[in-house]
């Protein structure tokens, strides 16, 4: 699977953006998904997943209630909608698919991800 996030840019505090990730190459609809971010001089980090089936989703605390993923199969695409975006949410930001064997899995740790873009920066002005 190929995958390519965009949708990053510069945001002053409490605004919003939405990140698309598209894929290509494989069953798309084969693939748990999430997105993981990596602020400057810090360790890679999960941030939101999203199940196979689209049934279920889990987010990191950092984020919960503020943003949401969601993915269209018919398009090949996940998405992450973060609204209320504060400075320390400044990070690149990367989609990642891992192949699941259970429709309703959400997968969060970087290292049973298959699959990953090459990431978006998001940088939040205080």
């Known amino acids: 699977v190929q995958l390519q996030a965009s949708g990053g840019g510069l945001v002053q505090a409490g605004g919003s953006l939405r990140l698309s990730c598209a894929a290509s190459?494989?069953?798309?609809?084969?693939?748990?998904m999430a997105w993981f971010r990596q602020a400057p001089g810090k360790a890679r980090e999960f941030a939101a997943g999203?199940?196979?089936?689209?049934?279920?989703?889990y987010y990191a605390d950092s984020v919960k209630g503020r943003f949401t993923i969601s993915r269209d199969d018919g398009h090949d695409k996940v998405y992450l909608q973060m609204n209320d975006l504060e400075p320390e949410d400044t990070a690149v930001y990367y989609c990642?698919?891992?192949?699941?064997?259970?429709?309703?899995?959400?997968?969060?740790?970087?290292?049973?991800?298959?699959?990953w873009g090459k990431g978006t920066l998001v940088t939040v002005s205080s």
């Open positions: 990642a698919a891992a192949r699941s064997g259970m429709a309703g899995l959400v997968i969060t740790t970087s290292d049973a991800m298959h699959y």
């Open positions: 190459g494989r069953t798309f609809s084969n693939y748990a």
């Open positions: 999203i199940s196979r089936s689209g049934g279920r989703t």
